[in-house]
């Protein structure tokens, strides 16, 4: 966590003083790099911390993820406000990042190495994992393309504003966030399997309204419920992850997040593609259906595996 932290902060200061295109390509691909190994060591230290609370947890933690998105945008604001030039900006990011990690570091879980034997350096997900692993693409499909059209959607096929457009964008993060900061309470009364089984419905009925309906309400409507069904579904679907018999924590939520990022990487440009030959509707609709897969996933979660460690599933 700390050597991840510390390399993201100092990546970003060269991103600031690049001059080149491959300069900044290249130091881009070393901050997703370096971005991705805090995250899942991250993730690895909040499943054991989990572990040790006898209620649900896991969510908010993404829902502080997601304060930090909100943060970073006003922060981002006020230096555009300013004119303060990005080199200054992302050198205040990091000095400001590096303390928080220098000091918060001391105050985090303690988790000896496990020993394991050799195994490849990548390895797709086991039999048990499987299925979280496609949740996962199906969920962060659905939210990537949220990221990258959804104001286009409303500019296009709801024939809203840009204001308004960019106010639907905001609406669909707010849902997304607060969802995560209630989800561990839904988690803890009703369990991991049915949260994560009405996150899918909200997913496909909110595309679902979003499409059939492309007014300005009924598609707000559908982007809240949006937000609210992708909320929870990758916290849950680590602290699921956690339980594997076969990875150690940190080997299964690589395993996981890298089928999971397929979805964030490759499904938006086929949205594209899609819209090109046919419409945005068309494509939204074709994505909606991911909530309908991430539903016959979850049924067929086995009940027992789910119920194997209490401390995780909350049931």
């Given at each position: 966590?700390?050597?991840?932290?510390?390399?993201?902060?100092?990546?970003?200061?060269?991103?600031?003083?690049?001059?080149?295109?491959?300069?900044?390509?290249a130091m881009l691909f070393?901050?997703?790099?370096?971005?991705?190994?805090?995250?899942?060591?991250?993730?690895?230290?909040?499943?054991?911390?989990?572990?040790?609370?006898?209620?649900?947890?896991?969510?908010?933690?993404?829902?502080?993820?997601?304060?930090?998105?909100?943060?970073?945008?006003?922060?981002?604001?006020?230096?555009?406000?300013?004119?303060?030039?990005?080199?200054?900006?992302?050198?205040?990011?990091?000095?400001?990042?590096?303390?928080?990690?220098?000091?918060?570091?001391?105050?985090?879980?303690?988790?000896?190495?496990?020993?394991?034997?050799?195994?490849?350096?990548?390895?797709?997900?086991?039999?048990?994992?499987?299925?979280?692993?496609?949740?996962?693409?199906?969920?962060?499909?659905?939210?990537?393309?949220?990221?990258?059209?959804?104001?286009?959607?409303?500019?296009?096929?709801?024939?809203?504003?840009?204001?308004?457009?960019?106010?639907?964008?905001?609406?669909?993060?707010?849902?997304?966030?607060?969802?995560?900061?209630?989800?561990?309470?839904?988690?803890?009364?009703?369990?991991?399997?049915?949260?994560?089984?009405?996150?899918?419905?909200?997913?496909?009925?909110?595309?679902?309204?979003?499409?059939?309906?492309?007014?300005?309400?009924?598609?707000?409507?559908?982007?809240?419920?949006?937000?609210?069904?992708?909320?929870?579904?990758?916290?849950?679907?680590?602290?699921?992850?956690?339980?594997?018999?076969?990875?150690?924590?940190?080997?299964?939520?690589?395993?996981?997040?890298?089928?999971?990022?397929?979805?964030?990487?490759?499904?938006?440009?086929?949205?594209?593609?899609?819209?090109?030959?046919?419409?945005?509707?068309?494509?939204?609709?074709?994505?909606?259906l991911f909530g309908g897969?991430?539903?016959?996933?979850?049924?067929?979660?086995?009940?027992?595996?789910?119920?194997?460690?209490?401390?995780?599933?909350?049931?």
């Open positions: 966590m700390l050597f991840g932290s510390l390399l993201l902060s100092v990546i970003l200061i060269l991103i600031g003083i690049t001059d080149s295109m491959w300069q900044l390509i070393c901050f997703g790099s370096a971005r991705n190994l805090m995250t899942l060591s991250i993730n690895t230290q909040g499943v054991a911390v989990q572990a040790l609370h006898s209620k649900s947890i896991m969510a908010t933690f993404h829902g502080i993820w997601s304060l930090a998105g909100f943060a970073g945008a006003a922060v981002g604001l006020i230096m555009v406000y300013f004119n303060i030039a990005p080199a200054w900006h992302f050198l205040f990011v990091s000095i400001s990042l590096t303390i928080f990690s220098l000091y918060f570091i001391k105050d985090t879980l303690y988790q000896k190495p496990v020993p394991q034997s050799r195994r490849p350096v990548f390895s797709l997900p086991d039999k048990y994992l499987l299925k979280f692993s496609l949740i996962c693409f199906a969920c962060m499909a659905c939210e990537n393309t949220m990221y990258d059209w959804s104001a286009l959607y409303f500019q296009k096929e709801v024939h809203a504003a840009k204001t308004t457009a960019t106010a639907a964008f905001v609406i669909y993060l707010v849902a997304m966030t607060i969802g995560r900061f209630v989800g561990d309470k839904l988690v803890t009364r009703f369990g991991i399997k049915t949260v994560l089984k009405f996150s899918g419905i909200f997913i496909l009925g909110g595309l679902s309204l979003a499409v059939l309906l492309p007014f300005v309400i009924t598609a707000q409507l559908g982007f809240i419920l949006v937000g609210f069904g992708v909320s929870c579904v990758v916290p849950m679907i680590f602290s699921l992850a956690g339980k594997s018999k076969n990875m150690s924590s940190s080997s299964a939520l690589a395993s996981i997040s890298t089928v999971g990022y397929l979805g964030f990487v490759l499904v938006p440009p086929l949205v594209g593609f899609i819209a090109q030959a046919a419409s945005l509707r068309v494509s939204f609709g074709i994505i909606a897969l991430i539903v016959y996933l979850v049924s067929k979660i086995n009940d027992t595996n789910e119920n194997a460690e209490p401390e995780i599933a909350f049931d």
